[in-house]
């Protein structure tokens, strides 16, 4: 290998690597230029050394400039502060003396009548003010609310008799709105022990051999001058939930599981499975008693209402114990509290019991229960 090759080598290599170490550098200063970055790469590595040989040193001037812009205003801005910081209490309400003024300046302006309020006279006026808001709860809205709620119009008091336990059992014949027609068969049964009574009520339909029921009431209480005083009732329809209706007479309420609503009671209020046998209990008591219409406050499953039977007459009807005189009583639809119509016939031969019932819905569906049998299970007239 000749000496001119040799040193060629090196001058080769130490060429391309100035001219790799500037395309780095153009390409550096290209994104910088790009960003808006500054170009200060300071000395915190070698590569400031190197480009400090390549480049012309920077112009002091714009260096210089960027260090001397922060330092000149920091003298400037260090007052300002001062004058907005003891501006504030003025804001409060007090205004402070310009800076500068000598203190007995302050109380310089006030004079006899006058209507400065620098010091006494602002206080007084933001006292009102300020005591406005402590006047939201005015003094007659306390004595109003605690007013009681008007209690539910009390149900005229009826002499009663209590009609002996008895089964009733009775054919049931359902017409749908649609015309399909239904039969199946219901029981009555209500047992009076002491001062204590249950009363069941079943309905259901006749399939083959077996009674399927459709509904299911259960009451119980007790017994007393206004007639049954239900506790509870509990009623059991086909595919749905068990309900409870719950009379408190301590509390004086009615509450029901299947809704939040409560409703005030009134001495003679009933239950749907009390109130047919309520209204044989009021005959029996006196049959004067029907002359009119009579209220009854009802609770059902979801609420409460006054029911107004009114006294339709004296009628004959067809039985499979015979034909029965009966006295007819309807309760007609309510608009706002029941939409359905309810018929009881009871029968002054059989002690004033229900020998038939008939719920008309407003759908158009009409339900009629008429007895097949009666079975006294404690004598009595």
Do not use: C
Not at 32 to 52: S, V, W
Not at 293 to 304: K, Q, S, T, Y
Not at 336 to 344: E, P, Q
């Amino acid at each position: 290998m000749s000496s001119a090759s040799f040193f060629h080598q090196p001058r080769r290599a130490l060429l391309l690597g100035t001219v790799v170490v500037l395309l780095h550098w153009l390409a550096l200063v290209l994104v910088d230029a790009r960003l808006g970055l500054p170009r200060q790469f300071g000395g915190e590595d070698g590569a400031g050394t190197m480009l400090a040989q390549v480049l012309p040193a920077p112009d002091p001037a714009p260096v210089a400039a960027p260090s001397e812009a922060p330092a000149a205003p920091l003298p400037e801005l260090a007052p300002p502060p001062l004058p907005e910081i003891a501006a504030l209490p003025a804001e409060a309400g007090t205004p402070l003396p310009a800076a500068g003024a000598a203190p007995e300046d302050a109380p310089g302006p006030v004079e006899a009548g006058s209507t400065v309020e620098a010091n006494g006279p602002p206080l007084a006026a933001a006292t009102p003010a300020d005591a406005v808001p402590a006047q939201p709860v005015p003094e007659p809205a306390t004595p109003q609310s605690a007013e009681p709620q008007p209690a539910a119009p009390e149900s005229p008091r009826y002499a009663v008799d209590m009609p002996p336990s008895a089964d009733i059992t009775m054919d049931v014949a359902r017409t749908d709105a649609d015309g399909a027609r239904w039969s199946g068969e219901a029981l009555l049964s209500w047992k009076l022990s002491g001062d204590s009574y249950r009363i069941r009520i079943e309905a259901g339909l006749r399939v083959v051999f077996t009674r399927v029921n459709l509904l299911v009431l259960g009451s119980e209480g007790r017994v007393d001058a206004t007639g049954f005083v239900p506790l509870k009732m509990t009623e059991k329809r086909r595919g749905r939930s068990l309900t409870a209706t719950h009379f408190d007479w301590p509390g004086n309420k009615i509450s029901f599981s299947a809704s939040q609503a409560t409703h005030p009671l009134a001495p003679g209020a009933q239950d749907k499975a009390s109130v047919p046998l309520q209204l044989a209990a009021i005959a029996r008591g006196d049959p004067k008693q029907l002359n009119g219409d009579i209220d009854i406050l009802v609770g059902e499953d979801r609420d409460a209402s006054v029911f107004r039977f009114q006294v339709v007459g004296q009628e004959e009807i067809e039985t499979k114990i015979g034909r029965l005189q009966t006295w007819h009583l309807t309760r007609p639809p309510k608009p706002g509290s029941y939409k359905s119509r309810l018929d009881i016939w009871l029968a002054p031969a059989h002690g004033w019991v229900p020998v038939q019932i008939r719920n008309t819905e407003s759908k158009g569906a009409v339900t009629t229960q008429t007895v097949n049998n009666i079975v006294l299970t404690r004598p009595g007239p």
